[in-house]
């Protein structure tokens, strides 16, 4: 496995501010994902973070509203711009490890976002 | 597309009792199956995994076989804890692309 580190762990914003949130692993990994947990419900994911390239989102994520970043191996940064409360939820990120099953993902500890 | 199906929480057993919960999915070609466990206040965790038909994924004394006639992935666990408290959720994986596929989470409750 690997060790995923989230920052912040948790934080409340006003609305229309934006909030970045990072993803450090220990490891090199193949995969980074970044996924949502609106209180209540069940993961949905936000997009596949890219190294060195734009990120792939899913139907209904856009990079204007949720940038990423992936500068390296082992690094990524979610941004979650202009924020309502609708976006209040827990933001995970994920990641493959390098030489492992491709199909496996280990989670970070995720960051609690309110949104007042 | 993709879906995976959970029985609907919340699951309230006594300690030491069996526990049974049960999952299906849908999906095209043969997908890797998956146990996520959230206990309370953080991240998760992956419990176990199975990645073709008659596998039987095992950690912690749970067990979920891949059954790829009934298209299930049961998850079962022979005497619960009160420490299995925590939110399960069943996921899999269509090996057409990496994302993961979740259902909606099953909460049990285990009392002393």
């Known amino acids: 496995s690997a060790v995923i580190s989230q920052k912040p762990s948790r934080d409340i914003c006003q609305r229309g501010t934006s909030l970045t949130i990072q993803c450090q692993v220990d490891?090199?990994?193949?995969?980074m994902f970044w996924y949502r947990q609106q209180p209540g419900q069940s993961l949905t994911l936000i997009a596949t973070?890219?190294?060195?390239?734009?990120?792939?989102?899913e139907s209904g994520f856009v990079i204007d509203k949720f940038p990423i970043s992936r500068p390296n191996l082992t690094f990524s940064t979610l941004t979650v711009s202009n924020m309502s409360p609708e976006d209040s939820s827990i933001y995970l990120c994920?990641?493959?490890?390098?030489?492992?099953?491709?199909?496996?993902?280990?989670f970070g500890p995720g960051t609690r976002l309110t949104v007042l | 597309g993709d879906s995976v199906t959970q029985m609907e929480g919340p699951v309230t057993l006594s300690e030491e009792a069996f526990l049974t919960i049960n999952c299906t999915y849908t999906?095209?070609?043969?997908?890797?199956l998956f146990w996520y466990v959230q206990y309370p206040g953080e991240g998760l965790q992956l419990l176990l995994k199975?990645?073709?038909?008659?596998d039987k994924g095992s950690n912690k004394g749970f067990e979920a076989t891949y059954r790829k006639e009934t298209t299930s992935f049961h998850l079962e666990k022979g005497s619960v804890q009160v420490s299995d408290s925590a939110v399960y959720f069943c996921?899999?994986?269509?090996?057409?692309?990496?994302?993961?596929?979740f259902g909606k989470g099953t909460s049990l409750l285990v009392t002393p």
């Open positions: 996921a899999l994986n269509s090996n057409s692309g990496y994302a993961l596929n």
């Open positions: 973070a890219n190294q060195g390239s734009e990120a792939t989102y």
């Open positions: 199975a990645t073709k038909a008659d």
């Open positions: 994920s990641v493959a490890l390098v030489g492992a099953s491709t199909d496996t993902q280990y």
């Open positions: 490891s090199q990994v193949t995969m």
């Open positions: 999906a095209t070609g043969y997908p890797s």
